[in-house]
């Protein structure tokens, strides 16, 4: 016979806040990237095609892909107003590159009927580097990363155009024709990079992610 492992009682851990449950708004773009990354940083990451899928996360991810594309399927997917709805009831939310767009309050070159979410109070410029720089990688350091800086890949990008008084500014672009430019902020628990960490490999910004969902 095995012997039992020394069982922590069950009551005294909360299984959603060690292992949250973090859905993926699965409609178009990067989804399975965003999965694997979560998965590996100790969530539960689930698909969010719906709303009732939508009522069941501890927060979600908007990935990277194409925002209007992304805007119209929420819209189509009626789950515009109820991600709205969540946003404004505190969920915690982390949305990279088109996600980040979705997750403004003002977007600047997008499309007239493009919808956003208004997570954080931020004007965001859509495919900001223009055609020259419209895709590139770089070392970037990022507030609350100490070990190290974090190796961030744009495509086809956004930057922050104005952050609002109670955004944090986590990470700017250090050198080249955008230096300065913003491109990662937290605005209370919703994050947003402009690039993607879901492609390279360091799960650091997802873990900090999910440390954070962990602490909401
Ligand atoms: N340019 C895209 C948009 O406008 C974003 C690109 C990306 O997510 N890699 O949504």
Redo the contacts with the bound molecule.
């Keep these: 016979m095995n012997a039992s492992p020394v069982a922590v009682p069950v009551a005294d851990v909360a299984p959603s806040a060690s292992t949250p449950t973090i859905g993926v708004l699965a409609l178009q773009?990067d989804v399975r990237e965003h999965v694997a990354a979560l998965a590996h940083c100790g969530a539960e990451p689930v698909l969010v095609r719906r709303a009732a899928e939508l009522d069941r996360v501890d927060a979600l991810v908007l990935p990277?892909?194409?925002?209007?594309t992304?805007s119209k399927l929420l819209d189509v997917f009626d789950l515009l107003e109820p991600v709205r709805a969540r946003l404004r009831d505190g969920l915690p939310a982390y949305g990279?590159?088109?996600?980040m767009?979705l997750l403004a309050s003002e977007v600047l070159d997008?499309r007239v009927d493009a919808e956003h979410l208004s997570g954080i109070d931020m004007t965001v410029r859509?495919?900001a580097f223009g055609r020259q720089v419209d895709s590139f990688e770089t070392d970037l350091a990022f507030a609350g990363l100490d070990d190290g800086p974090v190796r961030a890949v744009f495509?086809?990008?956004?930057w922050v155009e104005r952050a609002g008084p109670d955004v944090e500014v986590l990470a700017t672009v250090p050198d080249g024709p955008a230096a300065g430019r913003i491109v990662a902020v937290r605005q209370g628990n919703v994050i947003a990079t402009s690039f993607?960490p879901e492609v390279t490999g360091d799960l650091r910004v997802h873990r900090l992610f999910v440390d954070l969902v962990r602490a909401a």
């Design positions: 773009g990277g892909g194409e925002s209007t992304i990279s590159c088109a996600g767009i997008t859509r495919n495509i086809r990008a956004p993607h």
